[in-house]
């Protein structure tokens, strides 16, 4: 590639295709300046370490979700709209299983922010659907945290299950953050989205555990 015509998503872009191939742990800005017929030092015009190409990644990743055929339309219900985000996620797990587990530990935008939906653009967008559909506020955050629950714990599985390490790779924080402030409905939840309901999440999923093997054990 011509170094003068290299752009930052050119960059960003090759570090996925380059983690999607050979894995995060191998990624190094000579490694990728060589895939890229440049010399390293031009990566450095356009992201200033790797921890920072890292978080672009995801983040490039996480904002092109909202590319996939499936968010091209918008649900008639709630429920359909819940399988268009979970699948679409899920081919995004599957088409990337190695950048995947970047999604869970890199650092968040804000700590409410639950992986795998872990930006502030699509929680923003996700919270402003299920007002529109009818939930409250309060419903919204929960249906929310245990959405994002359910799409983590299963889609770890699925990767995991494809020889993936999903071991975490710390960032530096490098990447400029999202200011929260900028999405309104994110805006307004934010007390509700920092609440922490992860004892009664657990109890209640617990719960849900056993009355589904109760049920089964009743066939």
């Not at 945290?145 to 889609?155: N, V």
């Not at 934010?190 to 004892?199: H, M, R």
């Amino acid at each position: 590639m011509n170094r003068t015509r290299l752009r930052r998503k050119d960059v960003i872009q090759s570090a996925i295709a380059y983690i999607d191939e050979y894995g995060v742990q191998s990624l190094t800005m000579r490694r990728l300046g060589t895939a890229l017929d440049v010399e390293a030092m031009a990566l450095y015009r356009h992201v200033s370490s790797r921890e920072e190409l890292v978080s672009a990644a995801v983040r490039e990743l996480i904002d092109g979700l909202f590319d996939d055929e499936l968010m091209q339309t918008q649900p008639k219900s709630w429920e359909a709209y819940f399988q268009h985000v979970a699948n679409a996620m899920r081919n995004l797990a599957l088409s990337h299983p190695r950048m995947f587990p970047l999604l869970i530990s890199q650092p968040p935008e804000a700590p409410w922010l639950r992986p795998p939906l872990r930006s502030v653009r699509w929680v923003d967008y996700f919270l402003a659907s299920l007002l529109g559909y009818g939930f409250s506020e309060t419903h919204a955050v929960k249906a929310y945290k245990a959405f994002t629950s359910f799409l983590l714990g299963d889609l770890l599985l699925q990767v995991t299950a494809m020889g993936i390490d999903i071991a975490p790779v710390a960032g530096d924080g490098d990447e400029p953050e999202e200011d929260p402030a900028e999405y309104a409905t994110v805006k307004r939840l934010e007390g509700k989205l920092a609440e922490d309901p992860s004892q009664r999440e657990f109890s209640d999923g617990l719960d849900d555990l056993i009355e589904r093997i109760r049920t089964v054990s009743e066939l």
